[in-house]
């Protein structure tokens, strides 16, 4: 049982590491303040991706949607990109979800106007999406 446990805990710690490197990897901030001070001051809306550790589904939006290059180079055009993990971010309410992965695009000017998009989304589904 105590091996079971400790697995557990060290795939759980591994997925826990990585939306941080995915976030370094393709230039997405990490906290929600810097994000909008940075979409202020660019006048772009916010693109905001919430998982979790434990979500096998934020695992393939990230690589199966999220890294493809032309998809990637979409979103940093028109938007910040955001992403944060909803186990360790402090978050307003309105941003509160069950549901993981959940895609907000937030207005820079008023962040209380948004578009909430949940579930995983296919690379073609996703880029219809956030097409401008």
């Keep these: 049982m105590k091996k079971l446990l400790l697995i557990a805990l060290l795939v759980t710690l591994s997925f826990a590491q990585s939306y941080k490197e995915f976030a370094k990897k393709y230039g997405y901030e990490t906290v929600y303040s810097v994000a909008l001070a940075k979409a202020k001051k660019a006048q772009k809306p916010i693109l905001m991706i919430q998982v979790t550790n434990y979500c096998p589904w934020c695992r ?7 890294a493809k290059e032309k998809i990637n180079t979409n979103i940093h055009k028109y938007y910040i990109p955001l992403i944060l993990n909803k186990d360790e971010a ?7 979800t069950p549901i993981v992965p959940v895609t907000y695009i937030i207005d820079y000017k008023d962040d209380t106007k948004f578009t909430k998009i949940m579930g995983y989304k296919s690379k073609e589904d996703f880029a219809h999406l956030i097409k401008k």
């Excluded at 393939?60 to 999220?66: M, S």
């Excluded at 402090?90 to 509160?96: C, E, G, Q, T, W």
């Design 90 to 96: 402090v978050l307003p309410k309105r941003f509160a």
């Design 60 to 66: 393939k939006l990230e690589k199966k949607v999220l």
